[in-house]
């Protein structure tokens, strides 16, 4: 079946819920057993929901996986993946990436011995050297958050199966609509659920998807014993957004497409940041990799922090707020907000300066969107 198809029906059938045309919310820490060493299909929810597994099958359809895991947060599923490693591990690492994963792997793994190593993953030579070094994993965001640049999936796995080192993808910012990662031989894809998937910035979930049956089997295992599992109300949120994320996803690259094309012809604009564009250096990948951009880019203002900030402060329409993904348009400061927490000097040398903003674009009308930008730009 195709995607929009499986977005609604993929992991429930109605017979098995009496009826229930919507997955029920089993609010439930345990479950009956049939009788003295006989389980039913569910025992205990930190082990398995049935809500919950309405979810993950759904997700593991989407991104054409054979398993799926619904987890608290984003954080929670990558601190699962990352558990897959022990104390003397490597990890190559996409060098501009989100700030809280940045922050999870110096400040928590790094503690207990699992080294990342930063590279560009555009660098297919420093990719291989870094591999060559030892490394049992390439961590790649693609596009990376905020700098909107892509990395080439099927060449860095390829060079990362060749030296006997996974890859995992986090795919948050273009979801399974954009963008399937499995089909350039990653082998495990992360989710902040939190965003595109979900869409309506109610919930904070998170989400792996694996195909190798030995790799699923390991993060099942990890699941129950860390109990880093999503509660049954949330899943249930996230299942009801998905239904909507083609048609979502859709609408957010429009409304993008249309703001970052008018933003690059104004004056006040130093750059903007968007695979979409003819003007982003990897637009040619974008188009062999991916299905469509999504709704969240990056500009550079002239003008430095303080035309930021004030860009920032005169917007009506757009929130100032961490996040993206969700049906309402946000709008951020990379260094203050949500890359905080990366060294100013790594920052630096990333290219997150402070006349840099992120943007998420909604479900607004575009013409709203625009004209809130456009009184913005006369007061910086
Ligand atoms: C938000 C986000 C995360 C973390 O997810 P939470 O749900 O906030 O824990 C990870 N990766 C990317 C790319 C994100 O945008």
Known sequence: MKF????IHAGHEPADHQGA????????????FQGVNRPGPFDYSRSGNPTRKALETCLAALEGGTAGFAFATGMAAETT?????????RIVVQSDLYG????????????????????????????????????????????????????????VSVLAHQNGAITVCDNTFLSPYFQRPFEFGVDVIVHSTTKYINGHSDVVGGAIVVRDPHLAEKISFLQNAMGTCAGPQDCYLVLRGVKTL?????????????????????????????PGLPSHPQHELAQRQMRGY??????????????????????????????????????EHPVTMT??????????????????????????????????????????
């Open 294 to 331: 999504g709704g969240t880019f990056s500009f550079r203002v002239k003008g430095g922090q303080a035309a930021a900030f004030r860009l920032l402060e005169a917007v009506k329409v757009f929130t100032l707020a961490e996040s993206l993904g969700g049906v309402e348009s946000l709008i």
């Open 246 to 274: 083609a048609v979502r996803m859709e609408e957010h690259q429009r409304n993008a497409l249309g703001v970052a094309r008018w933003l690059e012809a104004h004056p006040k604009i130093e750059a903007v940041l968007h």
């Open 339 to 380: 890359h905080a927490s990366v060294a100013p000097a790594t920052l630096d040398a990333m290219g997150i300066t402070p006349d840099l903003i992120r943007i998420s674009v909604g479900l607004e009308d575009l013409e709203d969107l625009i004209a809130d930008l456009d009184s913005a730009l006369q007061k910086i």
């Open 21 to 32: 045309v919507m997955p029920p919310i089993y609010q439930t820490s345990t479950f009956a």
């Open 4 to 7: 929009r198809t499986l977005a």
């Open 100 to 155: 809280g994963t940045y922050r999870l792997l110096e400040s928590v793994f790094r503690e207990i011995g699992v080294e990342a190593v930063y590279v560009d993953l555009r660098d297919l030579a420093a990719v291989e050297a870094a591999l060559s070094a030892g490394a049992q994993a390439v961590w790649i965001e693609s596009p990376t958050n905020p700098l909107m640049n892509l990395v080439d999936l099927a060449a």
């Open 81 to 89: 993946v990352l558990m897959l490693f022990r104390s003397g591990a």
